[in-house]
Each structure stands twice: as C-alpha cells, then as structure tokens.
C-alpha cells in the first residue's frame, strides 16, 4: 500500500466516531437510512399528519358557517313543511264522540225509572229506589220502555267494543261496551242478543231487543241502561245530549 492511500486512511479512522474503547462506531443515522422500511414509514406518517390537518380545518370551517353564509335564510317560525299530498289527510284532533239514547227513537219509549242522584230532593231519590225482596237499592241506570209494552231494539250508545255478554238470573242479559275513552255503558233486561264479547260495535248498531229481568218485573218489557266512569255510576241523562 503506498504511503498516499495509508495517510487517507488514517485520516477516516480519526474523523469517524469512536467508542470508549478507542474502536471505530459507525454513524446510527446511516444504520437507520440503511433499513428499507424507514422511507416508506417516514411517508405513511407524514401523509397522515397532512390528512389530519386538513380534517380538522375542515370540520371546524363547515361548523362557523351560519345559515345565512349557506345561503338558507330560513326563519324559525317560518313553516316549510309545504302543501301535503294527502287530500284525505286528518285533523290532528278529531272531534269527541258524544253519547245517544239506546233507541231508535227516543219519543217512542218513556222513562219508567230515573237515575239516583244524592242531590235531588227526598221524594225524587225516594222514586229511585229499587225493592228487591226486603232490601231498598238506590237505581244506578235509567229504565226505558215503550207504553204499550212491546219489545224494542236497543242500540249502542258509542262505539266501542264488547266486554262483557252474560245471562243473569236477577238482572237478565246484559251487554257491557267499553268506549275509547274509557266509559263504560251497560245494558240489562235484554233479549235476542245479537253481539258477542270482543267484537266492535259502531254508535247506533243494534245489539239486542228489551226484554223483562226478574230485578223489575214489574216493569215489563224494558231496558236497563247504565253508565259507568272510573268505575262509578254516572247519570246517563247528564252525558246525553238532544
């Protein structure tokens, strides 16, 4: 080896890195660029930090713009709902059933026995009382029944659906309706019933004819008509409107 290339050498072994013990260390910088996946990870995390950056002044740009920057201008009590589509659409709030007489006709029947009400005078709650045996009962319904006797159909007083169809030996059939609003009506002394328990009924339907019960025989033919609200008995004339 000439003296030249001798001198050279020894001129890189001085200049490179050495350790403690005197050896010659090579630079970690090279070692590390020497590796074949640092430039592909130094891209990955360098495109990320970008998209990042971007993302955040993005989102933070579209959330400060009002709406009058967009364009919108809408006000808060302005309704932009739009004309419907639906011609047959309903109201919001439909109009409350109201509760009829279970006959046809209502001049064709008389009232033979009224409701007991604790606010009328003595005679008056006196005449509503029912006899049965040795017991007085205070008369919680209205009995209807034609002068002359005859049977008559009775009618539903509002829609609603049948909850109750019995055969009773004191009272004779009965039909129960519960309404929609939770009213209750109730019919008794029945029959030649024509409805049967869970089915629906419409205000007016026919559901069975006035008979005679053995509560009011004395009666004849008629029928028992009651009105019940959270389970207590409520004068049907005060819920019927003429």
Not at 23 to 31: D, E, G, T, Y
Not at 234 to 239: I, M, R, T
């Amino acid at each position: 080896m000439s003296d030249q290339n001798k001198e050279q050498e020894l001129k890189t072994e001085e200049s490179a890195p050495k350790s403690t013990d005197g050896a010659v260390k090579p630079s970690n910088w090279k070692r590390l660029l020497a590796k074949k996946w640092v430039f592909p990870a130094t891209y990955m995390a360098a495109a990320a930090i970008i998209l990042t950056l971007m993302w955040v002044y993005t989102d933070s740009g579209v959330k400060n713009l009002s709406e009058q920057d967009l364009g919108l201008g809408v006000s808060k009590t302005q309704d932009v709902s739009g004309p419907t589509d639906k011609p047959d659409a309903l109201p919001v709030a439909a109009t409350a059933e109201t509760m009829q007489w279970p006959v046809k006709d209502k001049n064709e029947v008389e009232v033979l026995l009224h409701f007991f009400d604790t606010k009328a005078s003595h005679e008056v709650r006196q005449a509503a009382m029912i006899e049965y045996g040795d017991t007085l009962t205070p008369h919680v319904g209205v009995d209807l029944g034609r002068e002359d006797d005859q049977p008559f159909d009775v009618l539903a007083a509002m829609s609603g659906k049948v909850t109750r169809v019995e055969k009773d030996p004191i009272v004779g059939q009965l039909v129960e309706i519960t309404h929609q609003d939770g009213t209750v009506s109730i019919y008794q002394s029945l029959s030649d019933v024509k409805v049967a328990k869970d089915v629906q009924v419409k205000k007016g339907d026919v559901i069975a004819v006035a008979g005679r019960n053995e509560l009011e025989k004395e009666m004849g033919t008629h029928v028992h008509f009651e009105v019940r609200q959270n389970g207590s008995p409520v004068n049907p004339e005060s819920l019927i409107i003429e």
